[in-house]
């Protein structure tokens, strides 16, 4: 009966050595996987941009790197240090481009195009007054790739703060 | 990293209800067994991945079980208190050819089920076994009397 087992090395060899170390290595890669992702490397923790311009305050709080079906939630805080007559966000193309937008609240009073942006336009703002809008949106899963998320604060057509960011949507 | 988190409080949830339920689930295939796997499989990918369709999120969800899992099988290994409380301990259903009823009705087994793996196991009666023990992965293993 032994013989049925005399192919095989009693030790192990240098074949099951080669195994124990290969599951070892994948072993490591998986918890460097998880050590990445505590540290926020697959998204999606929000982060927060400001540009205090002379004009007013333009504050972007969103995740920079999402993941395909995920919700998230873009929150964006203006305060003019001026009257603004027209106050408008100027969104780039990266906050449209295969997301599902849930709401906007408080919904702009009007939505308008201008030169492959989307420009979101409100009820004046007095000075000091703060503007807060909330913005919900879902990740379309085929939409891969990094893209430009800059907001933009304006007084009609001109620009009183800017906040660069962009959007990574992993696959 | 919430993905991670989700993934080792259900992985540990899990580890606490197979753990509640007894072992004998863990092996047998009864119809309640299967609707609870069934249900847990279920429940548990709604609240680890959600809504999350990209292959970051499973691969990250994958890496997280697999090390949990070799985690808690090297700690198991490594330290032997922790062993009841990771894998039980093996139960004594049968000792020296008499029926101990006491772990049996704790296993929530029945003289017919004892009989019936004793069968799959080519022992036709519960009379030739001296010793039956409860593994710690849901099987039973029998002695028979010598002679």
Request: aromatic content about 6%.
């Amino acid at each position: 009966m032994s013989h049925v087992f005399a192919s095989l090395p009693a030790t192990g060899g240098s074949q099951g050595l080669i195994g124990l170390w290969t599951r070892r290595a994948v072993l490591v890669l998986f918890a460097a996987i998880i050590v990445a992702a505590l540290l926020n490397a697959f998204g999606q923790r929000s982060t927060t941009t400001t540009d205090a311009a002379p004009a007013a305050t333009l504050s972007l709080e969103a995740p920079s790197r999402v993941r395909g079906g995920l919700f998230f939630q873009s929150l964006v805080d203006v305060v003019p240090r001026r009257a603004v007559e027209r106050p408008r966000l100027v969104l780039a193309d990266g906050w449209l481009e295969g997301m599902q937008v849930n709401s906007i609240e408080p919904a702009p009073s009007s939505e308008s195009s201008r030169d492959g942006t989307t420009v979101l336009t409100w009820n004046a703002l007095e000075a000091g007054r703060a503007m807060r809008v909330w913005f919900q949106f879902e990740v379309n899963p085929t939409n891969h790739g990094r893209r430009d998320y800059t907001l933009e604060f304006d007084d009609g057509d001109a620009p009183l703060a800017r906040v660069k960011r962009t959007i990574t949507v992993l696959p | 990293m919430d993905l991670v988190l989700r993934t080792v409080v259900v992985f540990l949830l899990i580890l606490v209800v197979t753990r509640a339920v007894g072992r004998r689930e863990l092996s047998s295939m009864e119809p309640f067994d299967l609707i609870l796997l069934v249900v847990i499989g279920d429940l548990v990918q709604q609240g680890v991945t959600q809504s999350d369709y990209s292959v970051t999120g499973t691969v990250t969800v994958i890496s997280t079980i697999a090390v949990l899992t070799v985690g808690t099988a090297y700690l198991s290994f490594r330290f032997r208190r922790l062993r009841p409380l990771l894998e039980g301990d093996p139960v004594v259903l049968i000792a020296g050819g008499d029926l101990v009823s006491r772990n049996v009705n704790r296993q929530r087994l029945t003289i017919e089920e004892i009989e019936a793996e004793a069968r799959l196991q080519s022992i036709a009666s519960l009379s030739d076994v001296d010793y039956a023990v409860l593994e710690t992965n849901g099987r039973i293993s029998f002695l028979q009397r010598s002679g």
